[in-house]
C-alpha cells in the first residue's frame, strides 16, 4: 500500500478546513472510523491503540476505503469528519482534498459532480488546457492522479451517491470520508462504504461542551440551570452551540435566565434571522427540499401527532395513508434522517426535529390537522378498548362508536399480545388522552381511562390510574350521559384508595352513591358498595368494609349477575376472615370459587384461591395454603397481573417460613420485593425487606 515518493512536479494539495478548536466528546464515533480504516482486512480486528498506523493502512484489502456518516443536519457531521482528519494527518502525506457539495445548504442547488472534479483536478496541478470535457473523462483522469499516492478525500454535506460516485478514486491507498443527511445506499451496496450513524451527544458531552465554550468555572457556578439547558437541548450539538454563543456574548446574564428563555421559546431562540447556518429551524429547513409534497406533510403530522413514538399503523391512521404508502413515508424520512426507524417497528424524532416538524405543521391547514389527530386518537382508542376486552373478558365495557373513516385498529390475538402492546404504547395512550382532552375530545379522554384501567391495576401504575381518572371525570362533565359521571368517581375513588388517598376516595364514592341512587341505577349501586368495601379493608375496617360487601353481594343475587355475584362472595369471605369468622369466609370463598370457574374467569378464581389460602393460614394449614396461593400465582402470572402477584407472593413466603422452607420463604419475599418496588408500594418494600432480615437471623422464631 505504500506508494513511491512524490514526484518533484507532484502538487500535494491540503484543502482540509481547519480543526474545529472547540470540538468535544465524540471518543465512540471517532474510533469506530478508525476501526473502519483498520479493519478492512479479516486479519486485522487485532490492531489496537490510538489510532491506526501507516503500517495498519499496509494491510487492507484493495479497495477504497469508504466511510460515510450520515445524520440530522446540525449533528455534527462536518465537525467529526474534520476532526478525525486532522487527528490523522499523517496517514495521508500525498494531501488531503476537501469538497462542500452544498446537498443541504442555503446556497440552493447543490454541486454537479463535474464541478467538483474540475476543482480536484485544479487543486492537483492539471493544467486547464489537459483537462477533457467529458465528466467521465475527466473522472478517469482524477483517478489516474490519485493512483498510488496516500491520500483522504472529504466530501462534505452530499445529498445523493450520484454526487459522490465520480469523486471516488480508484487506489486503494486513498481514504474517502463522506458527510450527508441521506443514507447514501447504493454507496453502501455498490461501493461497500462503512456508514456511521451520528446521533446527538450523550449528557456527559453536552456538559463538556459548555465547558469548553463558556468556561469551567461559569458552568460549574450553575449546575441546575446547566442541567436545565443539556435537557431541554437533548445532546442536539447546533442547540447547545447557539445556546453557547448566546451566553458567550451575554455574559452578564446568568445561565438561568437563558434556561428560562429557551423553556418558554423554544425553537423560536434557536432561529436567527439573518445567518440560516446559525439558526436550528433554517438548518432543518434544508432536508424538506428533495421530499414530495405527501413526504412533507407526513412529517408536518408526526410533529403533532401524541406520544414519544409511533408505529407503522399508528402513522397509516395518522395520515389516512394505506400501509404501503405510509411505509414508503417513514422509509424516506429515515433516510433523510429527519425520523428514526427503532426496533420492534417503532420511529422516534429528536426533540428539537419534532419541534421543528410541529412548526410546520401549522402551515397545514386545521382541518387537516385535527382530522389527522381524530383519526390517529381513534386508533389508539379503539385498539385499546379491544385490549381490554381481551384482559378483562367477563368485565362489562360501554361500547365505542365507529371510528372515524380511514381508521383500522390494530388486530390482537390474545391477552399476551393485548398486554404487550399496551407495555409497548403506554406512554404514547397517556398522550393520547391528553391531546384528546385539549381538543375537547370527551368521549376520547373517557374511554381511554376505562379501557387502561384493568392494565393499569395489574401492573401497579398507581399514579398513572390516578391521572387517568382524574381526566375522565373532567370530560364526564361535557358529556350527555349522567350514570358516565357516576362511574367516574366510581373508578377515581378505587384510583384514589390505590394510590393510598383514603379520604378522597371516601369523597368520590359517596358522590356516586348519592348520583346512583337519584338515578336508580342497582347495577352501579352495586359496583360502588363493592369498591367502597374495598378501600374500608384497605384502611382495615373490616367490619365496615363487611357492611358493603354484604350490600353488594345482595344487589348482584337480585340482579342475577353471577361473575359479580362472585366478586360480593369473596369480598363477603375475605372480611369475614379477617374478622375471624373462618367457617363463613371459607363458604363464601368456595361459593365464589366455583362461579368463576363455572363462568371461566380466571383472574376471579385467582382471587379466590387467594382468599382460600389466607383462611387456610389461619387455621395453620400452611401446606394448603401454600397450594391455594401457588395456583393463585400461576393464574396471575398468566394474565399479566404483577400488582397481586407481588401480593401473593408475600402471603405464600409467609406458610413457607412456618414450614421450615426458609429458602423458599426466601426466594418468594426477594421477587415480592423487587415488584413492590417497581410499583413504588414503599410500605410493602420496608415490610418484606424486615420479613427477610428476620429470616435472615439465627432466631426464626418470629411470627409470620
Known amino acids: 500500500m505504500h506508494a513511491a515518493p512524490s514526484s518533484p512536479t507532484q502538487v500535494l494539495p491540503r484543502q482540509l478546513p481547519a480543526a474545529p478548536g472547540l470540538f468535544t466528546g465524540r471518543v465512540a464515533d471517532l474510533a469506530e472510523l478508525d476501526r473502519a480504516l483498520t479493519t478492512a482486512a479479516p486479519d486485522?480486528?487485532?490492531?489496537?491503540?490510538?489510532?491506526?498506523?501507516?503500517?495498519?493502512?499496509?494491510?487492507?484489502?484493495?479497495?477504497?476505503?469508504?466511510?460515510?456518516?450520515?445524520?440530522?443536519?446540525?449533528?455534527?457531521?462536518?465537525?467529526?469528519?474534520?476532526?478525525?482528519?486532522?487527528?490523522?494527518?499523517?496517514?495521508?502525506?500525498?494531501?488531503?482534498?476537501?469538497?462542500?457539495?452544498?446537498?443541504?445548504?442555503?446556497?440552493?442547488?447543490?454541486?454537479?459532480?463535474?464541478?467538483?472534479?474540475?476543482?480536484?483536478?485544479?487543486?492537483?496541478?492539471?493544467?486547464?488546457?489537459?483537462?477533457?470535457?467529458?465528466?467521465?473523462?475527466?473522472?478517469?483522469?482524477?483517478?489516474?492522479?490519485?493512483?498510488?499516492?496516500?491520500?483522504?478525500?472529504?466530501?462534505?454535506?452530499?445529498?445523493?451517491?450520484?454526487?459522490?460516485?465520480?469523486?471516488?478514486?480508484?487506489?486503494?491507498?486513498?481514504?474517502?470520508?463522506?458527510?450527508?443527511?441521506?443514507?447514501?445506499?447504493?454507496l453502501i451496496d455498490r461501493?461497500?462504504?462503512?456508514?456511521?450513524?451520528?446521533?446527538?451527544?450523550?449528557?456527559?458531552?453536552?456538559?463538556?461542551?459548555?465547558?469548553?465554550?463558556?468556561?469551567?468555572?461559569?458552568?460549574?457556578?450553575?449546575?441546575?440551570?446547566?442541567?436545565?439547558?443539556?435537557?431541554?437541548?437533548?445532546?442536539?450539538?447546533?442547540?447547545?452551540?447557539?445556546?453557547a454563543r448566546n451566553a458567550s456574548t451575554r455574559p452578564s446574564i446568568p445561565l438561568a435566565e437563558l434556561a428560562v428563555e429557551l423553556r418558554e421559546l423554544g425553537m423560536e431562540m434557536l432561529d436567527h434571522d439573518t445567518d440560516p447556518a446559525a439558526s436550528v429551524p433554517?438548518?432543518?429547513?434544508?432536508?424538506?427540499?428533495?421530499?414530495?409534497?405527501?413526504?412533507?406533510?407526513?412529517?408536518?403530522?408526526?410533529?403533532?401527532?401524541?406520544?414519544?413514538?409511533?408505529?407503522?399503523?399508528?402513522?397509516?391512521?395518522?395520515?389516512?395513508?394505506?400501509l404501503p404508502h405510509a411505509r414508503k413515508a417513514l422509509s424516506v424520512l429515515d433516510e433523510a434522517s429527519l425520523v428514526e426507524w427503532r426496533p420492534h417497528g417503532r420511529y422516534a424524532m429528536h426533540d428539537l426535529v419534532r419541534d421543528y416538524a410541529t412548526t410546520i405543521a401549522q402551515d397545514l391547514s386545521d382541518d387537516v390537522r385535527v382530522t389527522a389527530l381524530a383519526r390517529v386518537m381513534d386508533f389508539h382508542l379503539h385498539t385499546a378498548h379491544a385490549t381490554e376486552r381481551l384482559l378483562n373478558p367477563h368485565r362489562p365495557l360501554p361500547p365505542l362508536s365507529r371510528p372515524v373513516p380511514g381508521v383500522h385498529p390494530h388486530q390482537l390475538p390474545d391477552a399476551a399480545a393485548a398486554t404487550a402492546w399496551l407495555e409497548a404504547e403506554h406512554a404514547t395512550l397517556l398522550a393520547t388522552q391528553r391531546a384528546a382532552s385539549t381538543l375537547g375530545r370527551h368521549h376520547v379522554v373517557w374511554h381511554l381511562a376505562r379501557a387502561l384501567d384493568t392494565f393499569h391495576r395489574r401492573q401497579g401504575r398507581r399514579q398513572d390510574g390516578l391521572a387517568a381518572w382524574r381526566a375522565a371525570l373532567d370530560a364526564a362533565d361535557h358529556l350527555p350521559d349522567p350514570i358516565i359521571r357516576v362511574r367516574a368517581h366510581r373508578f377515581l375513588g378505587n384510583a384514589c384508595s390505590q394510590a393510598g388517598l383514603h379520604q378522597e376516595a371516601t369523597w368520590h364514592l359517596e358522590q356516586a352513591l348519592d348520583l346512583v341512587v337519584r338515578h336508580h341505577d342497582p347495577t352501579e349501586q352495586a359496583r360502588i358498595h363493592r369498591v367502597?368495601?374495598?378501600?374500608?379493608?384497605?384502611?382495615?375496617?373490616?367490619?365496615?368494609?363487611?357492611?358493603?360487601?354484604?350490600?353488594?353481594?345482595?344487589?348482584?343475587?337480585?340482579?342475577?349477575?353471577?361473575?359479580?355475584?362472585?366478586?360480593?362472595?369473596?369480598?363477603?369471605?375475605?372480611?369475614?376472615?379477617?374478622?375471624?369468622?373462618?367457617?363463613?369466609?371459607?363458604?363464601?370463598?368456595?361459593?365464589?370459587?366455583?362461579?368463576?370457574?363455572?363462568?371461566?374467569?380466571?383472574?376471579?378464581?385467582?382471587?379466590?384461591?387467594?382468599?382460600?389460602?389466607?383462611?387456610?393460614?389461619?387455621?395453620?394449614?400452611?401446606?394448603?395454603?401454600?397450594?391455594?396461593?401457588h395456583q393463585a400465582i400461576i393464574l396471575r402470572r398468566a394474565h399479566g397481573h404483577a400488582y397481586q402477584v407481588a401480593g401473593t407472593l408475600d402471603s405464600v413466603g409467609r406458610s413457607?417460613?412456618?414450614?421450615?422452607?426458609?429458602?423458599?420463604?426466601?426466594?418468594?419475599?426477594?421477587?415480592?420485593?423487587?415488584?413492590?418496588?417497581?410499583?413504588?408500594?414503599?410500605?410493602?418494600?420496608?415490610?418484606?425487606?424486615?420479613?427477610?432480615?428476620?429470616?435472615?437471623?439465627?432466631?426464626?422464631?418470629?411470627?409470620y
Not at 194 to 203: A, D, I, K
Not at 586 to 605: I, K, M, S, T, V
Open 532 to 629: 367502597l368495601a374495598l378501600v374500608w379493608g384497605r384502611q382495615g375496617d373490616d367490619r365496615q368494609a363487611l357492611v358493603h360487601a354484604r350490600h353488594a353481594l345482595d344487589l348482584c343475587r337480585s340482579l342475577d349477575q353471577p361473575v359479580r355475584e362472585a366478586d360480593a362472595l369473596n369480598s363477603v369471605g375475605w372480611h369475614s376472615a379477617r374478622l375471624g369468622d373462618i367457617d363463613i369466609a371459607r363458604d363464601h370463598c368456595r361459593e365464589a370459587l366455583a362461579l368463576y370457574r363455572r363462568h371461566r374467569d380466571p383472574n376471579g378464581e385467582a382471587d379466590a384461591l387467594d382468599s382460600l389460602g389466607f383462611i387456610a393460614y389461619l387455621t395453620g394449614d400452611h401446606r394448603q395454603a401454600v397450594d391455594h396461593y
Open 191 to 243: 461501493h461497500g462504504a462503512r456508514h456511521l450513524s451520528l446521533g446527538v451527544l450523550t449528557r456527559a458531552e453536552a456538559r463538556a461542551l459548555l465547558a469548553r465554550r463558556l468556561g469551567a468555572d461559569r458552568v460549574a457556578a450553575e449546575p441546575d440551570a446547566v442541567d436545565e439547558l443539556v435537557e431541554l437541548c437533548d445532546g442536539y450539538p447546533l442547540a447547545l452551540s447557539i445556546i
Open 44 to 186: 486485522r480486528a487485532d490492531i489496537t491503540g490510538p489510532g491506526p498506523t501507516c503500517a495498519d493502512l499496509s494491510a487492507a484489502s484493495a479497495t477504497v476505503m469508504v466511510s460515510a456518516i450520515g445524520g440530522a443536519g446540525g449533528i455534527g457531521k462536518t465537525w467529526l469528519a474534520l476532526a478525525w482528519a486532522h487527528r490523522n494527518l499523517d496517514l495521508f502525506p500525498d494531501g488531503q482534498l476537501f469538497v462542500d457539495l452544498h446537498g443541504f445548504s442555503p446556497a440552493g442547488d447543490p454541486v454537479a459532480p463535474a464541478v467538483a472534479v474540475r476543482g480536484f483536478l485544479d487543486a492537483l496541478g492539471v493544467d486547464p488546457g489537459r483537462i477533457p470535457t467529458s465528466l467521465d473523462a475527466q473522472a478517469a483522469l482524477y483517478r489516474s492522479l490519485l493512483a498510488g499516492r496516500r491520500m483522504l478525500i472529504v466530501l462534505d454535506n452530499a445529498a445523493t451517491a450520484d454526487q459522490v460516485v465520480p469523486l471516488l478514486p480508484g487506489s486503494p491507498t486513498c481514504t474517502v470520508l463522506v458527510t450527508g443527511r441521506h443514507r447514501l445506499v447504493s
Open 656 to 703: 413457607h417460613a412456618v414450614l421450615g422452607q426458609y429458602d423458599r420463604a426466601h426466594e418468594v419475599w426477594r421477587e415480592a420485593l423487587n415488584l413492590y418496588r417497581e410499583q413504588g408500594r414503599d410500605t410493602d418494600v420496608r415490610r418484606v425487606q424486615r420479613q427477610l432480615d428476620e429470616l435472615n437471623e439465627p432466631n426464626r422464631d418470629g411470627p
Open 282 to 322: 433554517a438548518v432543518l429547513s434544508w432536508s424538506l427540499r428533495q421530499l414530495t409534497e405527501e413526504q412533507r406533510t407526513v412529517f408536518a403530522l408526526l410533529g403533532v401527532a401524541p406520544g414519544p413514538d409511533t408505529t407503522l399503523p399508528a402513522v397509516a391512521a395518522l395520515t389516512g395513508l394505506a
